[in-house]
């Protein structure tokens, strides 16, 4: 009988669920999208027991599209989306049923107060994470001195991983450690809580749950949980990680200098790294791997495919209904009727993607996507190519920085995410990096990183380096074509010289004063 394990990743807009074996053969998967809620402006959240009930969704037709036994699968764990968080009741009921989401600026308004009591710098050097607004530990000083009722009812700080888990019947409430490091609330010295920022920051550190280590076993499924999932009772319930810790993993970046590309909703250029010196790499995110004690220098692009969605959602409502009569994909569609039809350079159309403020090396919040050089002679071709394009300029900005900090990295790059399953989307990528490109068997990388920790929780393998070698396979090497590659140099100057000039101009922060405020 065959042994097989599930992986699931609850991503920032949508949940996917596969049955795995432990060769890396897709057996079943389920997928549920969902849209974010924005009460106010800056302010992203979404439904704590929504997201509880898209996942049970998610894996209960993962398990029924396997047609298996549901004995043959010995445990799950679980890709959570990074630095969201909610707070937990003394009853374990999530307060006011929401999560605060980490595309959520609202503690741009605290960062002054934050800054003054432990600076930028000392956070990176303590958390690894560089000191802005959209993680945890920014919006949890906000919710401390904004509603302060809530602080008080708060028994625990939780992850989006803590609450799964504890949704799916962890025995404890737990934070598991390589997700927490992203917080920018752990000390990366002590793979724990930090006290020192605890201390600077007015936290009470009673309201820290205990941790555990990804891949370790926290619990097993009930049977309340077993009827909304389709899963054995008794199977394990295995602590996972970070969604982009685990998409690096699952491909394959397990050792110094491997390097993966991840674009969808949030991207993500990461690269191992043993021994970092976090005073030396400012910046960037420098989170724990799911083997502990080994980290990875993470070079983040908050907007992301996200910006592609938005076109998508825009742009092409007519591609989108066709989908939903036809059953295809409004991606395909939009990638044959306008993304091939429109040249390298989108004929001259610049997009920024910055929807939602832009990621390493600026780290601007106000700074906002845009069209440059549109004519009339432009088409809808040009406009959805050169989104396309911008969120790939976007990568190669990250990749040349993290060059210019002095991180070293091979040749070859192993991409990952929604973008990789785009044949067009794959050459651009490898046209605007000039470099060697490779995606995966197995596109959903955290997904696959998540089967494998649960694997190595369920005592199928011996150790990671085991299951990713054993799980993760690659697709056939992209070489990058040399006219296209000149065309790309000329419009990556333009990218970045359209930034430094708004910028410079400070017209980021007069287009924010126009926008509607709290």
């Given amino acids: ?15 996917k669920a596969m049955v795995m074996d432990l060769d890396g053969h897709t057996l079943g998967q389920g997928y549920r999208e969902y849209t974010l809620n924005e009460p106010k402006p800056n302010w992203v959240e979404i439904g704590a027991s929504f ?23 010995k445990a799950i764990s679980f890709s959570v989306n990074r630095s969201s968080f909610c707070l937990m009741d003394d009853d374990l009921k999530v307060i006011d049923d929401k999560m605060y989401v980490w595309l959520d600026s609202r503690a741009e308004s605290v960062m002054e107060e934050i800054n003054a009591k432990i600076s930028p710098e000392r956070r990176n050097q303590i958390t690894g994470m560089p ?6 530990a920014a919006k949890y000083y906000w919710v401390m001195k904004n509603e302060p009722e809530t602080y008080a009812r708060t028994k625990w700080f939780s992850t989006v991983e803590s609450f799964i888990l504890h949704g799916f019947g962890s ?21 724990d809580w930090s006290e020192e920022l605890a201390q600077a920051l007015g936290f009470d550190p009673a309201k820290f749950p205990p941790t555990c280590r990804p891949g370790q076993t926290v619990g097993t499924i009930s049977p309340a949980v077993a009827a909304r999932t389709g899963l054995a009772v008794g199977t394990k319930i295995v602590a996972g990680s970070g969604d982009q810790q685990l998409a690096a993993m699952g491909a394959g970046v397990i050792r110094d200098g491997a390097v993966s590309l991840t674009i969808g909703t949030f991207g993500l250029l990461a690269v191992g790294l043993a021994q970092p010196d976090f005073s030396a790499l400012t ?30 959602d825009t742009l092409c409502a007519d591609e989108v209904a066709e989908g939903e009569r036809t059953g295809v994909d409004p991606y395909v569609l939009m990638e044959d009727r306008y993304v091939k039809q429109s040249p390298p350079g989108a004929n001259g159309v610049l997009f920024y993607s910055a929807l939602f403020g832009s990621g390493y090396p600026t780290w601007d919040t106000n700074a906002t996507g845009f069209f440059l050089g549109l004519r009339n002679t432009h088409s809808k071709a040009d406009l959805i190519r050169s989104v396309m394009e911008g969120i790939t300029l976007e990568a190669r900005h990250i990749l040349e920085s993290m060059m210019s900090a002095g991180v070293e990295m091979e040749d070859i790059i192993t991409v990952t995410g929604g973008a990789s399953k785009s044949g067009s989307w794959r050459q651009i990528i490898a046209d605007v990096m000039g470099r060697s490109i490779r995606t995966l068997d197995v596109p959903d990388a955290a997904v696959l990183g998540a089967a494998a920790l649960a694997a190595l929780g369920a005592g199928l393998v011996e150790n990671l380096e085991q ?4 799980m993760v396979s690659f697709g056939p090497v992209i070489e990058p074509i040399e006219a296209n590659v000149e065309v790309y140099d000329r419009t990556f100057a333009a990218y970045k010289s359209a930034y430094e000039g708004l910028k410079q101009q400070d017209l980021f922060t007069q287009l924010a004063a126009l926008r509607p405020q709290e």
């Fill in 51 to 73: 997201l509880l009930d898209i996942t049970f969704e998610a894996v209960q037709e993962a398990v029924a599209s396997s047609a298996l036994d549901p004995g043959q699968i």
């Fill in 467 to 470: 299951a990713v070698e054993r």
């Fill in 1 to 15: 009988m065959v042994e097989c394990v599930v992986g699931v990743d609850v991503g920032t807009t949508g949940c």
């Fill in 171 to 191: 025995d404890d409430f737990v934070v598991e450690i390589s997700d927490g490091t992203v917080t920018g609330l752990f000390d990366v010295r002590t793979l």
């Fill in 283 to 312: 910046g960037m995110m420098i989170p724990s791997s799911p083997r502990l004690g080994v980290f990875e220098v993470e070079g983040p692009q908050v907007s992301g495919a996200t910006c592609y969605r938005w076109a998508r």
């Fill in 131 to 136: 000191g802005y607004n959209i993680f945890a």
